[in-house]
């Protein structure tokens, strides 16, 4: 018998020694993103099977995400674990699902609004966030508004109003401001004046709308009426009531009533 046979099966019997299996290993899904639907979830469904050194092997979910293949997955990262054991090795995978959100807000303005001027002619914008109305298939949407509520304006102003969800999402609406001048003009009473009489003992009443004191808060050229008219006779002892009425661009008048 060969020597260096016996010498080898001598070592074989007389050693020990031991042979250490391979662990199993997975087959596993990829990172995913998904794209939303109207309802803000995405059902999602993948396969994870064993790819190598699968006898006596089992699987099973280790993550803690509670969402599993076959499942609505919410908006954002859902990160997703699993485990391949033998009993005595083991080894996992991992992956992440990515549900994205590129579905627009909805907003609703109002119509056009009127506001009163004050006395300098200037309306203060209001908070108009709380009352246009916005859905989102996510979440509420956040609102601002140009200009800030605060912002001075006059005459016109044309208002924009944002939504946005928190994925970026927006929305536009915008609606015409009008500031409305409903003050009338002030008048203040007209200072002395001498009138002169004719031969005939008669006297014509003068133009005295230049001695009246007028303003408005928006209005700077008013339109001023006299009654009676400049060049209307009276005669010496008659107390005629005399008016004054003086009106704005927007239609605004104030009357004044003396007795000359």
Same mark, same amino acid.
């Given at each position: 018998m060969n020597i260096r046979f016996l010498f080898i099966l001598s070592l074989l019997l007389t050693s020990s020694y031991s042979i250490k299996a391979q662990a199993p290993t997975l087959a596993c899904s990829s990172d995913t993103t998904l794209y939303n639907s109207s309802t803000c979830k995405v059902t999602f469904s993948y396969s994870i099977t064993c790819f190598a050194n699968c006898v006596g092997s089992s699987i099973y979910q280790s993550d803690i995400?509670?969402?599993?293949s076959g499942d609505l997955?919410?908006?954002g990262t859902t990160f997703q674990e699993y485990t391949i054991t033998n009993g005595t090795d083991s080894s996992t !995978?991992?992956?992440?699902? +990515?549900?994205?959100?590129?579905?627009?807000?909805?907003i609703n303005c109002l119509g056009t609004q009127n506001v009163s001027a004050n006395s300098n002619c200037q309306a203060i914008l209001g908070d108009y966030s709380s009352v246009v109305s916005s859905t989102d298939n996510c979440d509420i949407p956040s609102i601002t508004q140009h200009p800030i509520p605060g912002t001075t304006i006059t005459?016109?102003?044309l208002i924009t109003m944002y939504a946005a969800d928190v994925s970026g999402n927006t929305d536009s609406c915008s609606f015409l401001i009008l500031v409305d001048d409903?003050?009338?003009?002030?008048?203040? !009473?007209?200072?002395?004046? +001498?009138v002169y009489i004719s031969p005939n003992c008669m006297y014509s009443l003068d133009d005295l709308t230049g001695y009246i004191s007028i303003f408005d808060n928006c209005d700077p050229n008013l339109t001023v009426i006299q009654s009676p008219t400049t060049g209307t006779m009276f005669?010496?002892?008659?107390?005629?009531f005399i008016s004054f009425n003086v009106t704005d661009i927007s239609g605004n008048s104030s009357v004044l009533f003396i007795q000359n």
């Open positions: 995400s509670g969402y599993t997955f919410p908006l !995978c991992t992956f992440n699902v +990515n549900v994205v959100d590129t579905i627009s807000p909805n005459g016109s102003e409903n003050l009338p003009p002030t008048i203040s !009473c007209p200072t002395d004046s +001498n005669n010496i002892g008659d107390d005629p």
